[in-house]
Structures are given as C-alpha cells and as structure tokens.
C-alpha cells in the first residue's frame, strides 16, 4: 500500500472493494451478515454496498444472499486490457509456444495468490493451465516459487506469517518451512519446477522476469502434461527457451 495522505482517500470506496474481495471458492454466495463479518464492517454498512453492487448490475441477491455477476470482471479486464506488461510480453510468449509446443504464461505475486495476466496457448488441439485473470495460491505454482524467491529475507518473513496452504494433490507442499526451504532453492536455482502440485498430470516450469534494473517484476513459466517429459526432459528441453524469452523480454522492460 502506498503512503499518501489520508485526507485525499474516500474511505468509502474502500470498504467496497473489501466488500467485492469477501466473495471467494469459498464464499461464492454471502448474507449481508457474513459478508460484514469478512470485510470488517457493520452488518448494516455491509448491506448497503452490496445493495449498491446490486443496483449498478454487479451483483445479484434472493433477498437474504448475494452473490457476483460476470459484470464484475469488468472491473479486472480494464487493467488487462490497459496494462503495458501483459501486451510487451504477448509476442515473447507466443514466440516461446510455437517454439515449445506447450502453454507460455506471464504472471505475478498479488498477496497470497499468483495471478495470470496473459498467456499464448499451445498449438496443439487441447490447451491447458490458466486463463487470463485467474488466481491460485502461490504454493501451487512454479511462478509462485520464483517471484516468492525474489523477495528479501524480511519480505518473506512477512509473506509467511499470515499464510494459508491448501492442499489440492498428494504432491502438495503445505509444510511453511520445507515451502521456504523450496523458495530459497528456487532462488539459487533461478527457475522452479512444479510437479502435480495443482493438478495430476500437470506441471509448471518457471523462471522470474526481470527489468533492466534486475528486479522482478513477473515470472514466464510453461504449463505442460508430465508424461509428456520424463524425467529431467523439462529442464533440457523447456527450461532453455524459458529462459531466452524472459531474457529477450528483460532488454524492453
């Protein structure tokens, strides 16, 4: 968050954003009780933003529940749509697909989660991994390794106090200390390989995306079937290009 005055803030608009984040996989469908209860606020305040959200065709209610509509991702594909990031990076990823067979990504750490911001899908017929806009906790994912791995000592610290891991296949890591033992490796290694944490039969080979400066402003990682490279084939046959393109892409950054 950044330091500014607080005079120039409209406090209210915040509270509605808070009130739009409550809704989750976990909570797809909110009273006004439980929805003021997430956002910190008064059960009346809670209701009135989301009466708003009602009125203006964001969200819908059955009189005691409310829930998003799809007009909400408005609100998303505005910064997909006007990001510099994501448009830089499109030619790279696609260049990356064709020369790869497999699905290119560009993402990056918002909070606990990793968000994809744009993606080139693989030539082949069936397309796999993440659309555009998607999330996922950070720990699920090869992207989340590296850009968890760019941060300081102490930014980490922070990142694992108030975190949460899901467990979502046999493969999962959700241990905090064997997790940052894995972000630590990520960052001497410079790439993460994620297998099946998310799904069976998917893995994710990632490296971080640095600007001419050597920060980390993203990663660019590959989704792919694992049986489709055994072994130590990923990281022969994908991790080469991987890193041609992010290194490609770091002289426009």
């Given at each position: 968050?950044?330091?500014v005055?607080?005079?120039?803030?409209?406090?209210?608009?915040?509270?509605?954003?808070?009130?739009?984040?409550?809704?989750?996989?976990?909570h797809?469908?909110?009273?006004?009780s439980?929805?003021?209860?997430?956002?910190?606020?008064?059960?009346?305040?809670?209701?009135?933003?989301?009466?708003?959200?009602?009125?203006?065709?964001?969200?819908?209610?059955?009189?005691?529940?409310?829930?998003?509509?799809?007009?909400?991702?408005?609100?998303?594909?505005?910064?997909?749509?006007?990001?510099?990031?994501?448009?830089?990076?499109?030619?790279?990823?696609?260049?990356?697909?064709?020369?790869?067979?497999?699905?290119?990504?560009?993402?990056?750490?918002?909070?606990?989660?990793?968000?994809?911001?744009?993606?080139?899908?693989?030539?082949?017929?069936?397309?796999?991994?993440?659309?555009?806009?998607?999330?996922?906790?950070?720990?699920?994912?090869?992207?989340?390794?590296?850009?968890?791995?760019?941060?300081?000592?102490?930014?980490?610290?922070?990142?694992?106090?108030?975190?949460?891991?899901?467990?979502?296949?046999?493969?999962?890591?959700?241990?905090?200390?064997?997790?940052?033992?894995?972000?630590?490796?990520?960052?001497?290694?410079?790439?993460?390989?994620?297998?099946?944490?998310?799904?069976?039969?998917?893995?994710?080979?990632?490296?971080?995306?640095?600007?001419?400066?050597?920060?980390?402003?993203?990663?660019?990682?590959?989704?792919?079937?694992?049986?489709?490279?055994?072994?130590?084939?990923?990281?022969?046959?994908?991790?080469?290009?991987?890193?041609?393109?992010?290194?490609?892409?770091?002289?426009?950054?």
């Amino acid at each position: 968050m950044s330091d500014v005055d607080r005079s120039l803030l409209i406090e209210g608009l915040g509270k509605g954003l808070r009130v739009i984040e409550c809704f989750s996989d976990q909570h797809p469908r909110l009273t006004a009780s439980e929805c003021g209860r997430l956002a910190g606020l008064t059960r009346t305040a809670a209701r009135r933003y989301l009466v708003s959200l009602v009125h203006y065709g964001y969200a819908d209610t059955d009189g005691k529940h409310y829930w998003l509509l799809p007009a909400i991702l408005r609100l998303g594909r505005s910064y997909l749509e006007a990001a510099r990031l994501p448009r830089l990076a499109q030619p790279f990823l696609q260049r990356l697909s064709m020369q790869t067979g497999e699905t290119a990504n560009l993402s990056v750490l918002d909070g606990h989660d990793v968000v994809y911001l744009t993606r080139s899908n693989s030539p082949r017929v069936i397309s796999i991994g993440f659309h555009p806009g998607a999330r996922i906790q950070a720990h699920l994912v090869s992207a989340g390794f590296v850009v968890l791995a760019s941060l300081t000592d102490a930014q980490l610290d922070a990142w694992f106090a108030d975190a949460e891991f899901g467990r979502f296949t046999a493969e999962t890591v959700v241990e905090p200390d064997q997790l940052r033992a894995m972000v630590l490796q990520a960052r001497q290694l410079g790439y993460w390989l994620a297998d099946q944490y998310a799904d069976i039969g998917l893995r994710g080979l990632a490296v971080p995306l640095l600007d001419r400066h050597g920060r980390c402003v993203a990663a660019m990682s590959i989704t792919f079937q694992s049986r489709a490279y055994p072994g130590d084939d990923a990281l022969l046959k994908l991790l080469p290009p991987l890193q041609d393109a992010a290194q490609l892409l770091r002289g426009v950054l």
